[in-house]
């Protein structure tokens, strides 16, 4: 694809932008300035590092407690015995 001018990639910017996921680099200029567009590669999901929680209480970790939804919002509710 030929170099284009700023109204012309906005005529078409959606073929632009399946070009440049083909792979072909796409060169607009405005004012004398180049700029060009290069699809980016898919990047590899990045896991969590960080804890969700920076403390959790012993009696939740032993099943003593549960989660309990209500009008309020979200809390902590004794776990019934069975």
Known sequence: M???KV?????????????AEQGTPVVIERR???FRLIAEQDRPFEARTAAL????D???LTGQWT???GAKGLGFAPR???
């Open 58 to 60: 012993p009696a939740v």
């Open 32 to 34: 004398g300035v180049r």
């Open 53 to 56: 929680f920076d403390f959790v």
């Open 7 to 19: 109204a012309e990639a906005r005529a078409r910017f959606g073929e632009i932008l399946d070009r």
């Open 2 to 4: 030929r170099d284009l």
């Open 67 to 69: 989660w309990k939804g």
């Open 80 to 82: 019934k015995r069975r």
